[in-house]
Structure formats: C-alpha cells, structure tokens
C-alpha cells in the first residue's frame, strides 16, 4: 500500500478519534467498526482505495486502533476483523459526515 494512501487513512482516522472522544461517543469497537466500513467503502467508491487493496487498508486500521488500546488485540485476531471488515459493503454517510461534512 502506498505511503500518500496511508497518509490519509491515518489523517481520516484520527479526525474521527477526536470527533468521537470529544462527542462524548467515545470510540469504542463498535463505533470504530462502523467506521472503518463506511471509510473502506467510501474510499473504494471514491477510487481512492482500489478493492484489491481494500484488506491491506483495513489491517492498517486495525493496526492503528489497535495502537491506541496498547496492542491488545492479537494478530490473528486483527487479520480476521480485517477479513471481516473488507467484506462488508456497509456505507453509512452519517458516520462519515465528522471527516467530510
């Protein structure tokens, strides 16, 4: 995956961390889940993310959530949401309107 992709997936990221911590939402995994769909659909949509990259951009997600919780959720583990995440068509506007709107 290149580096200016992953640039804006780690920029994205971390304006939705701060929009959901300072909302008081808090971002937990359920609300980073639907996050990473909408975002990984949208990109894909948006011809930003090619579908062949779309698990790459979402293990690098995880990787970044996972750094924030102190690296508690294992690999395997990671690899499987990843799996799970690239699979789901879900894209939810609302979720991304704190990045875009």
Do not use: W
Request: aromatic share 14%; no cysteine.
């Amino acid at each position: 995956m290149e580096n200016k992709l992953k640039e804006i997936l780690k920029s994205d990221f971390e304006k939705y961390m701060r929009f959901a911590v300072h909302s008081g939402a808090g971002f937990g995994f359920d609300i980073f889940g639907e996050y990473a769909v909408s975002v990984l659909n949208f990109y894909v949509g948006s011809a930003i993310l090619t579908y062949e990259n779309k698990l790459q951009a979402s293990l690098y997600l995880l990787e970044l959530y996972n750094k924030g919780l102190g690296g508690i959720i294992t690999e395997e583990d990671r690899e499987e949401l990843a799996r799970a995440f690239a699979q789901d068509p879900t894209l939810d506007y609302g979720v991304l309107k704190p990045i875009f709107g």
